[in-house]
């Protein structure tokens, strides 16, 4: 290991080296494609289409061929990036103009970054990389594309994210199975309560 002498990444492997943002990723502003889907960013799902999402969302721009276009496995910051990291496209679509594209021509490395972008260290930096005051913060990206950011090589960049992907999905579904235990409790304990006090259950003084 060896200290990166940046204080949110402190040590990596001494092999991986320390690349700026903007030499990482490049971005993408092209526009005129009114044709394509539209897509919304969500810090749950990714970015993902507007038609998938399952809360109600209002189109505010109409003008569709002034909307950005993001291609599959591009990065994006929203106005709300900084409190809960940056998300990974998993459709191709158009999105707000407002928020900022990136892309890398380097496959290898999305798995790895699409995870990095989503930790607490990397969100507590986002957070020192905003403008203006409370509903009204927004990411900087002029000031960000100057953060450094680890770079491990592509094989490990590959097998880090296949880990992770591994690893959540088994968290992922303990969390689903407890959660449907819980919700099963909570049942019986509303159907427990329902029925004593409506007398189905006897209930007697020892």
């Given at each position: 290991?060896?200290?990166?002498?940046?204080?949110?990444?402190?040590?990596?492997p001494a092999h991986w080296e320390l690349k700026r943002f903007k030499d990482l990723f490049t971005e993408r502003s092209q526009k005129g494609y009114p044709e394509e889907p539209l897509l919304i960013a969500s810090?749950?799902?990714?970015?993902?289409?507007?038609?998938?999402?399952?809360r109600n969302t209002m189109t505010v721009q109409q003008d569709f061929h002034l909307m950005k276009l993001v291609k599959k496995n591009d990065f994006v910051i929203s106005l709300r990036s900084f409190?809960?990291?940056i998300e990974i496209a998993n459709n191709q679509g158009i999105i707000s103009a407002a928020y900022t594209i990136l892309c890398t021509s380097n496959s290898?490395?999305?798995?790895?970054?699409?995870?990095?972008?989503?930790s607490k260290i990397f969100i507590s930096m986002l957070i020192t990389n905003t403008t203006g005051i409370r509903e009204g913060r927004n990411v900087?990206?002029?000031q960000l594309k100057r953060e450094l950011l680890p770079f491990p090589p592509p094989e490990e960049c590959q097998k880090t994210a296949e880990y992770l992907n591994e690893k959540i999905l088994k968290i992922?579904?303990?969390?689903?199975?407890?959660?449907?235990?819980?919700?099963k409790l909570r049942e019986l304990r509303k159907t427990l309560i329902n029925d004593v006090v409506t007398?189905?259950?006897?209930?007697y003084q020892a």
């Open positions: 290991m060896k200290d990166s002498d940046i204080e949110w990444i402190g040590q990596i810090q749950e799902k990714g970015v993902i289409l507007k038609s998938d999402y399952s409190e809960g990291g290898h490395s999305v798995g790895y970054y699409k995870h990095l972008f989503k900087n990206y002029q992922d579904k303990i969390i689903e199975t407890i959660y449907l235990e819980v919700e007398g189905k259950i006897k209930v």
